[in-house]
């Protein structure tokens, strides 16, 4: 019996096939653009990884050649200041750790007003052309005026002295508070350090601009005072004993 297309069943066979090849092509086109949006992911990472190391010489072609040679990223607890074993760190999901009840930890002093924290961050060891280490860059994030800002800040082997630091995202004002993305906001942060001799968290973003002289003075951005402020609370966040003390003691004892 020949097959009747116009039949209520022909019509049922061609809805049933259609929908089949579109559900296929909806799940492929899926499967392509997850491998293609983890790609600009790490490759995102990579970049601002290299910057916050302020390494010489990258260039859109070169980057991901640099990241290999020289970074390496280190899954570490901030409770011990140990690494912890870990695979696939290009795509570990720091947000995700830092929200699950499972692998974060309530903060008691939030000044950083994130809530909770990751207990186990990746960091990344910079190696110099010699193959010797030559800065440590740490993630920091926390609340500006209206968004939270995320950031990489990268340490020279003192774990005291900013070599660079980037802030890849945030949802400031555009002309206002989105400073902490300028380049020549972000290089005056070069040279600069966290603690002072007594080990306290003393850099300032001051009001009006630092005294070139002050080793711990950032300058602020008048008009943007509260974003500005949200950079402060991030930076005594992490440095502090809810943060990277623990982490900085240990990579300073053992030498880095
Ligand atoms: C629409 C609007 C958007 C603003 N966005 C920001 C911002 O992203 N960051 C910021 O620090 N201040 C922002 N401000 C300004 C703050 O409300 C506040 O006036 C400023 O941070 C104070 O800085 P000052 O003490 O240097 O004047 C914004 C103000 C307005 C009206």
Not at 192 to 211: C, E, P
Request: proline share 2%; net charge neutral; with cysteine.
């Amino acid at each position: 019996m020949a097959f009747n297309k116009d039949s209520i069943a022909g019509t049922m066979v061609f809805t049933i096939v259609l929908c089949l090849v579109c559900s296929f092509m909806i799940t492929g086109t899926a499967d392509v653009l997850k491998e293609r949006k983890l790609v600009k992911k790490r490759d995102e990472l990579m970049r601002n990884v290299l910057v916050a190391a302020n390494v010489e010489g990258v260039t859109h072609d070169n980057f991901r050649e640099i990241f290999n040679a020289k970074v390496t990223p280190v899954l570490v607890s901030l409770e011990t200041g140990e690494p912890v074993a870990a695979e696939n760190l290009l795509d570990y999901d720091t947000n995700m750790a830092a929200i699950n009840p499972e692998t974060s930890s309530k903060i008691s002093k939030d000044i950083a007003k994130i809530k909770t924290r990751a207990n186990n961050i990746r960091i990344f060891k910079v190696n110099n052309d010699q193959g010797q280490l030559q800065t440590v860059v740490l993630p920091v994030y926390g609340k500006g005026l209206w968004s939270i800002i995320y950031g990489f800040i990268g340490m020279e082997k003192d774990l005291n002295t900013v070599e660079g630091i980037v802030f890849y995202e945030h949802g400031e004002t555009p002309g206002i508070g989105d400073f902490v993305n300028r380049e020549e906001w972000r290089t005056t942060w070069h040279g600069k350090q966290i603690y002072n001799g007594t080990g306290a968290v003393a850099l300032k973003i001051v009001k009006g601009g630092a005294n070139p002289s002050d080793v711990n003075g950032v300058d602020g951005v008048s008009g943007a005072t509260r974003t500005g402020a949200g950079v402060q609370n991030l930076i005594n966040f992490w440095f502090g004993a809810e943060g990277y003390a623990n982490l900085i003691e240990k990579l300073k004892a053992a030498g880095v």
